[in-house]
């Protein structure tokens, strides 16, 4: 059971590349999210799935585009990356979106872009 | 005004003393709680989660949740090094269990 996983866990860009954030879990939990998260600023929501099929904007999703491919894999596109979307990118789950849940944490992938 | 509040700190404490960190919240519909211990360059883990008014203890952690006033606080004690990091507070709102708000983390220096 290797719970939430990230691909990759480090990636340099050009502005203007464009790459995709892989992430899966094998706990078959229904909801998923993509954050990002800055010195200083906690975690910020990007983008997440309820449960597969469906997905919604966070807090912060200008700039990126989701899939969610299946129920376990949940993707994060940067179409034209911007040196502002350096960051560091989580990606985590839930079981099935009740109260009393909490998230996994993948262990993240570190994003520089030139 | 941020859905969740943290004094970013650092909070410097020595080793075996009591270490207080506080988050304060926006939404009064606001229905689970949880603290998350950070360190640099790992992803969160769980600490504690609260639902309900009043305190939950684990070990050397006490969760303190106050809806009234709309606040939640972790207390450490017998604080050891190993606790410095970066604790982030979280709070679901009851109107979507999916939708997690994250403080930004306060930061918390044991010295031995």
């Known amino acids: 059971n290797a719970g939430v996983t990230q691909t990759p866990k480090f990636q340099v860009l050009k502005t203007g590349q464009s790459m995709t954030l892989q992430c899966a879990q094998d706990m078959n939990h229904n909801s998923m999210y993509w954050y990002r998260q800055d010195p200083g600023m906690g975690l910020r929501l990007i983008y997440y799935?309820?449960?597969?099929?469906?997905?919604d904007k966070g807090e912060v999703p200008n700039g990126y585009n989701v899939s969610r491919l299946n129920k376990r894999e949940f993707s994060l596109r940067l179409e034209s990356a911007a040196p502002s979307q350096t960051s560091v990118y989580f990606c985590a789950s839930i079981p099935r979106g009740r109260y009393q849940e909490t998230q996994y944490f993948g262990p993240g992938t570190r994003l520089l872009v030139l | 005004q941020k859905e969740v509040e943290q004094n970013s700190g650092p909070l410097s404490v020595p080793e075996g003393a009591i270490a207080s960190l506080n988050c304060t919240y926006s939404?009064?519909?606001?229905?689970?709680f949880f603290w998350y211990r950070q360190y640099s360059g790992k992803s969160p883990e769980l600490i504690m989660s609260i639902y309900s008014n009043g305190d939950k203890e684990d070990g050397r952690f006490t969760a303190q949740l106050n809806k009234a006033s709309q606040y939640v606080s972790l207390l450490i004690r017998d604080s050891q090094p190993s606790d410095s990091a970066t604790y982030l507070c979280a709070v679901i709102r009851v109107t979507d269990f999916n939708k997690f708000y994250f403080g930004s983390g306060t930061k918390l220096n044991v010295k031995p």
């Open positions: 799935s309820a449960s597969e099929g469906t997905t």
């Open positions: 939404d009064r519909g606001s229905q689970s």
